[in-house]
């Protein structure tokens, strides 16, 4: 969180300043509420009232990353915080953030994470954040 603050404070981009916002920062918020939901960012725009191209420009000038780019971390995020504090199986906390397969979530998670999930929640990095 301070990390956010100062990248906001020094003009930097980040989900805070997307958060100020307002179409911005409704489609953080539903990426947030709903990340298990195959967002396209036709449908955000919709829901932020805004044009897909003009969601797309200011989420990526204020965010730093383009909405899909961000669920795609955010998921990852939300998947070590799973896999860190829950027992939950690999294949529900697939399903919970928005993979249709045990097999599809494993190769993102191991692409962004660098190793399957199975391995990172019983090593050490598993106990990191």
């Known amino acids: 969180m301070r ?3 100062r990248a906001l404070a020094d003009g930097r981009t980040g989900w805070l300043a997307g958060l100020n916002d307002p179409q911005v920062g409704r489609a953080l918020a539903l990426l947030h509420a709903q990340p ?3 967002w396209t960012v036709e449908e955000l725009a919709d829901h932020a009232g805004i ?3 003009a969601l ?3 989420f990526v000038e204020l965010v730093g990353e383009a909405p899909i780019q961000y669920l795609a ?3 990852m995020h939300l998947a070590r915080q799973m ?3 829950s027992t939950l199986g690999i294949g529900e ?3 919970r953030i928005g993979y249709e397969s045990e097999a599809a979530f494993n190769r993102a998670f191991k692409r962004a994470v660098g190793s399957p999930p ?3 929640r019983r090593g050490p990095a598993g106990l990191e954040g």
Do not use: D, T, V
């Open 3 to 5: 990390w956010q603050l």
């Open 36 to 38: 298990s939901q195959a």
């Open 51 to 53: 044009s897909r191209a």
């Open 56 to 58: 797309a420009k200011r």
């Open 73 to 75: 971390g955010w998921r």
């Open 83 to 85: 896999l860190r504090e």
């Open 93 to 95: 906390i697939a399903g």
């Open 118 to 120: 199975a391995q990172w």
